[in-house]
């Protein structure tokens, strides 16, 4: 079986969502939701290192090829999360999210406790600064094209210091095309605002009883007082001293955290 059974175009399946597959389609299910500005195929680091799990990586709204129609809300995004579980006929999964998508995957527990057997949040963007996603909206107006995928190259391992080339490499050849005259990266910028917005939503954390994993970046234990009274027992904090990227600086050690987490 191939390592990665990347599927585009599922819109003619009627899923909301591309979808990429990895693993094994016998295994416990692992549904992977990736943060803004991102992709599915950025999780085969994780995904490669445990092929014994059946992996379903999205790509969210707006974003590679899935739909780039709103809304962008987090309502919506749910419901894609909720039809991609439906129609991979998977009742409960554990649902791992990186940065916007821990925020999608804490309102998917929320909205649907029932479908999510244990949680994940790899440095999850929830309950953010309205002033600091105002900026950064306001910054992410401005055009970003590059003229050579090179200059595309540069400029993301400038914002990726501590990824190693080889992943910057696998990003640039996932996510870059030439589109306009020029190249960029395969998402939308309307939604990525809207994101933004989103991102400064009050925070709502999993509910009691769901087992769930957070890994802070930064070497920051920012868990909530809020969130550790909902959990207690079942929440499992084990911060790293990385940049936002963590499971992409450090896949081997985000990889023995969710071996431990899962059991």
Do not use: K
């Not at 191939?2 to 979808?19: F, I, S, T």
């Amino acid at each position: 079986m191939p390592p990665d059974r990347d599927r585009p175009g599922c819109q003619d399946r009627g899923m909301p969502l591309n979808v990429h597959h990895s693993g094994d389609p016998d295994g416990p299910p692992v549904l992977a939701i990736h943060g803004v500005t991102g992709h599915g195929l950025r999780f085969r680091p994780l995904s490669g290192a445990m092929p014994d799990l059946r992996w379903t990586a999205v790509d969210v709204r707006g974003h590679g090829r899935s739909p780039w129609t709103p809304p962008w809300n987090l309502e919506r995004h749910v419901a894609d999360a909720l039809q991609v579980l439906d129609d991979e006929r998977t009742g409960r999964a554990v649902v791992v999210g990186h940065s916007f998508g821990g925020a999608i995957a804490t309102h998917l527990a929320r909205t649907a406790p029932e479908r999510v057997s244990r949680l994940v949040l790899l440095d999850p963007a929830i309950g953010l600064d309205p002033e600091l996603m105002l900026a950064n909206a306001e910054e992410f107006r401005a055009d970003a094209s590059w003229a050579t995928p090179d200059e595309a190259r540069a400029a993301r391992t400038e914002t990726w210091p501590g990824v190693p080339a080889e992943r910057v490499d696998a990003e640039i050849e996932a996510h870059l095309e030439q589109r306009d005259g020029a190249w960029r990266w395969r998402y939308s910028r309307a939604s990525v605002i809207a994101a933004w917005a989103e991102m400064a939503r009050p925070a709502v954390v999993p509910p009691a009883g769901l087992p769930t994993l957070v890994v802070p970046a930064t070497g920051a234990d920012f868990v909530s007082d809020a969130c550790r009274a909902e959990l207690g027992d079942d929440l499992t904090v084990a911060p790293m001293d990385t940049g936002h990227m963590v499971y992409l600086e450090r896949p081997a050690e985000v990889v023995e955290l969710l071996r431990g987490f899962l059991g």
